[in-house]
């Protein structure tokens, strides 16, 4: 039932700034958990930041103070405000949707690729 449509991923230079768009369908955006994940080559996919349905975050340690994750209800959108970005930062971002519900169903994005390179 839930689409997520992620934007905003690109090529940025080390040091640089991105921010990522998840617009999502529905009606019940402001009762669900959010978050991003992201999947660097080789790697397995971790979770980058989260945002729960009542606003509280979390972060990965290996981006604290350089990400922030935030959502306007409003718009049905959860952002990822990148800082100061790392060649290890280097991914195909997620987006993705936890709906605590009965059943509980996830929902994930496209995906979008996050270059950092000089």
């Known amino acids: 039932q839930v689409q997520l449509v992620e934007s905003g991923g690109g090529l940025v230079q080390p040091g640089g700034s991105l921010r990522l768009s998840c617009a999502a369908s529905?009606?019940?955006?402001?009762?669900?958990?959010m978050g991003w994940y992201r999947q660097a080559p080789g790697k397995q996919r971790e979770l980058a930041a989260g945002?729960?349905?009542?606003?509280?975050?979390n972060y990965a340690d290996s981006v604290k103070g350089r990400f922030t994750i935030s959502r306007d209800n409003a718009k049905n959108t959860v952002y990822l405000q990148m800082n100061n970005l790392k060649p290890e930062d280097t991914a195909v971002y997620y987006c993705?949707?936890?709906?605590?519900?009965?059943?509980?169903?996830?929902?994930w994005g496209q995906g979008t690729q996050v270059t950092v390179s000089s």
């Open positions: 993705r949707v936890q709906i605590v519900a009965l059943p509980p169903r996830d929902y």
């Open positions: 529905g009606s019940g955006f402001s009762l669900y958990n």
């Open positions: 945002i729960s349905s009542g606003g509280s975050t």
